[in-house]
């Protein structure tokens, strides 16, 4: 059976926050429940692994799983938080003499082309606007809005009839941006807090009361909710339904 591992469940500043005392940092300082990397997945097939993301924690993830290397990479958008781990990957492709295989939108792979333009010497790219096929699955970006970031993508999976969808930052979906999360059997979507204050016009990603409201509407089965910023307390039980759960690093789940 191919799985999912979360890699890392944190949003962009991870968790504890070098400069906050509150709390949830103090808690993963010490017994390290809250400690959280930058949000990333691992997708294991029998033909190969798929990582979405690659960020400034890649290199300690790879440690955590004491994996050496990485071969392939699912680009979201091109926020350092999920592309600051590229030139570490680069250089440890160039190391290991192999060619890494990058996969995105032809404008994202533009934008890390502007940003880091050495990487294509260790690292092949691949648009995958028109979807794209790896170990079986077949997988679709879409463009969502990323309110006050612009916007990002997401991605649809689907396999002998199971699908399910990663979509790690976004806020205030269209209807039309809604349309591939309707009816999956899994859906990891990022929530930064449990109910966020502050002014929608300042915000990027759903909170945990919005994202529940949406996997009801569009009556995805399970739903597991990442990107969580210090403002979520995995001690605390918080009201979800049942079919909700928090991730936690290193999280498996089969995708039969």
């Not at 191919?2 to 808690?27: Q, W």
């Not at 680069?90 to 502007?114: F, M, N, S, T």
């Not at 929530?191 to 945990?208: G, L």
Request: proline share 5%; net charge negative; hydrophobic share 35%.
């Amino acid at each position: 059976m191919d799985s999912l591992i979360f890699l890392g469940t944190g949003d962009s500043m991870g968790v504890p926050r070098v400069y906050c005392g509150c709390g949830v940092c103090a808690e993963a300082r010490s017994t390290g429940v809250n400690r959280r990397l930058r949000s990333s997945v691992l997708i294991a097939t029998e033909a190969g692994e798929l990582v979405v993301d690659c960020g400034p924690d890649w290199k300690l993830q790879m440690e955590n799983m004491r994996r050496r290397e990485t071969e392939h990479v699912l680009i979201t958008h091109a926020h350092h938080d999920h592309i600051g781990g590229l030139p570490e990957w680069a250089d440890a492709c160039r190391w290991l003499r192999k060619k890494g295989h990058l996969y995105a939108p032809a404008e994202v792979l533009e934008k890390i082309r502007q940003r880091f333009p050495w990487l294509e010497n260790h690292l092949v790219y691949h648009p995958n606007d028109e979807g794209m096929q790896f170990g079986g699955w077949r997988i679709m970006p879409w463009k969502v809005c990323h309110g006050k970031n612009g916007y990002a993508y997401a991605y649809h999976f689907s396999k002998a009839g199971f699908r399910w969808a990663y979509c790690s930052d976004a806020i205030n979906l269209t209807e039309e941006q809604k349309e591939p999360l309707r009816g999956l059997d899994l859906l990891v979507i990022g929530t930064n807090f449990y109910k966020e204050e502050a002014e929608m016009r300042s915000r990027s990603v759903y909170d945990m009361t919005e994202a529940a409201e949406l996997a009801e509407e569009v009556q995805a089965g399970r739903v597991v909710f990442t990107h969580m910023s210090h403002g979520v307390d995995m001690e605390k039980p918080y009201p979800l339904p049942p079919q909700i759960g928090l991730a936690r690093t290193g999280m498996r789940i089969g995708l039969p």
